[in-house]
Structure formats: structure tokens, C-alpha cells
T-cell receptor, first 111, second 116 residues
């Protein structure tokens, strides 16, 4: 079973920030939070990951609460191309380790 | 880099036939993963390899499924005999295992399998 809980779906207006929440209350000390997304008919794509500090890259920002029991992925200026299923995954930060995907959040960005 | 390459992209076969899906990981990557995605069950991990060695095949649904990785640049997922419930999109992904590397998996475009 996935170790995370995400809303089934969310809507966002184009140009606005999309904030996608994730609960991971049973996360272990050595586990990271990963975010992937899957655009329709494509394979999943890595977005960002973090341990306890907030992280930012060219795609998104990741905010992790101090107790690490939840996090939020932020797409600062959503576009129509950001419409996708977003997966929040908890895993050790070791390449070659399996990722367990849950149901994810379907984000719909509209104009 | 061409990314992860999967073939065929679409496969339609009749129940009872053997199906072989192929995957070429990104050059230099030494971990390879096979996933299956359906509407009902979502994205499921079937099996993964590190340095061509199968590490965990607990996700393989039954003995009809088998996977091999004869070398670092090629893997196959075989279903024999195929059944209608095997209809799904099968994804292959690869990653680089090295000290300090991020657990970032690169996915192929998938093979859409339809078993009639």
C-alpha cells in the first residue's frame, strides 16, 4: 500500500499557483518525499524531491512541514500543459530502489 | 540521448498467444523497472533489476509473466499465455545507481497491450 494520501482531483486556473497537498504521517527518518507527474498517455516524469528542507527547481517548489508528516507541491504559474496526474511518493533516497505509486491527484488546469 | 525505448508501442493479440515486450534503458543506467498501469489498479511495479540482476519480482502477477535482462542495454517482459485481463499499458523505466544519486526514474513511452 502507498504510504501517502492525496486528494483525488483538483482544479486550477491558468496562470495561478497550483498547490497540491500530500499526507505522509508514517514517513521514516531516512525517507524522502518524491513527486512525479504523468501527462495523459505518457510515462511518469520526475519533478522534485526533498527530505526536510524546502526545495525549488525549474519545475516546482516543495514545502515539507517541520514534523514531515505532510508536504505541498507548488506549481507557481500553472499552464494548460501542467494538466496531469501528480504522484506523491515516500522512499529512501537511493537510486535503484523501487517506487510505489498511489492513485495520485488529477490536476486540471483550465483557461 | 534517446531516452528509454520500448517496443512495440501497441500490441494486439489473441488470448493464449505469447507476448514479448522489449525495453532499452538509457545508456549508462544500471537499474531497470517494469510497471503495469490499468484504470482499476493504477501503476503497479512488476519487477526491477539492478546491474542486470532481478532484485524483487514480488509484483509479477503469476507464473505466466517472466522478465529477463541479459545485458545492460536490453530487457524483455514475456507473457505466456496471455489473457484478456493482461490488457494494460506496460512501462519500462531506468535509473542510475550511484553514490548519492537521486532516485529519479526515467520512464519510456509504454506499450499498450490489448488481449482479445
Amino acid at each position: 500500500d502507498a504510504k501517502t494520501t492525496q486528494p483525488t482531483s483538483m482544479d486550477c486556473a491558468e496562470g495561478r499557483a497550483a498547490n497540491l497537498p500530500c499526507n505522509h504521517s508514517t514517513i521514516s527518518g531516512n525517507e524522502y518525499v518524491y513527486w512525479y507527474r504523468q501527462i495523459h498517455s505518457q510515462g511518469p516524469q520526475y519533478i522534485i524531491h526533498g527530505l526536510k528542507n524546502n526545495e525549488t527547481n525549474e519545475m516546482a517548489s516543495l514545502i515539507i512541514t517541520e514534523d514531515r508528516k505532510s508536504s505541498t507541491l507548488i506549481l507557481p504559474h500553472a499552464t494548460l500543459r501542467d494538466t496531469a496526474v501528480y504522484y506523491c511518493i515516500v522512499s529512501v533516497n537511493q537510486a535503484g530502489t523501487a517506487l510505489i505509486f498511489g492513485k495520485g491527484t488529477t490536476l486540471s488546469v483550465s483557461s | 540521448d534517446a531516452g528509454v525505448i520500448q517496443s512495440p508501442r501497441h500490441e494486439v493479440t489473441e488470448m493464449g498467444q505469447e507476448v514479448t515486450l522489449r525495453c532499452k534503458p538509457i545508456s549508462g543506467h544500471n537499474s531497470l523497472f517494469w510497471y503495469r498501469q490499468t484504470m482499476m489498479r493504477g501503476l503497479e511495479l512488476l519487477i526491477y533489476f539492478n546491474n542486470n540482476v532481478p532484485i524483487d519480482d514480488s509484483g509479477m502477477p503469476e507464473d505466466r509473466f517472466s522478465a529477463k535482462m541479459p545485458n545492460a542495454s536490453f530487457s524483455t517482459l514475456k507473457i505466456q499465455p496471455s489473457e484478456p485481463r493482461d490488457s494494460a499499458v506496460y512501462f519500462c523505466a531506468s535509473s542510475l545507481t550511484s553514490r548519492g544519486a537521486v532516485n529519479e526514474q526515467y520512464f519510456g513511452p509504454g506499450t499498450r497491450l490489448t488481449v482479445t
